[in-house]
């Protein structure tokens, strides 16, 4: 059974951890943590294609690396499928990440899913890729990335 707090810890790990206003929430089912980071005063769109969805930013559609960018953080609660287009979208506008797996795209136990999805972050370019564990039951790993810093001109 999910922690139904799972949504509420993941946001408070987001917002004490980055200060972006503007976030993708991928695979993001009905909302709930497009609520809960609302709440917390980021703006947020979630992307999926449920068609009952709370009243939140909702894009009815599959979120692809083609997506126009207008984040400053590209996240995931249990994005299924979806996690490593989070990861490469992410690699791709230089943002950074933060997904918390459930299941492998390609049937690999959890360990080594974890373990490929934080070397195809590395790989990607991010400078900086950890684990964090969220203190609620069921699947609560979360990855994070950050890009190596951009710069100056």
Known sequence: MADKRRFDLFADFIVSRFVAPRVFDVAGGQGRLNEALTRRGRAVTTFDLRHKHLPVTYAQRPFTLEEPCDAELVVGMHPDGATRIIIEYAARHGLPFAVVPCCSDNGMPYNPWMRHLAE?????????VEEVQLSMDGRARVLVGEPAPVAPR
Request: hydrophobic share 65%; aromatic share 12%.
């Open 120 to 128: 195809l972050a590395r790989t990607a370019g991010f400078a900086m």
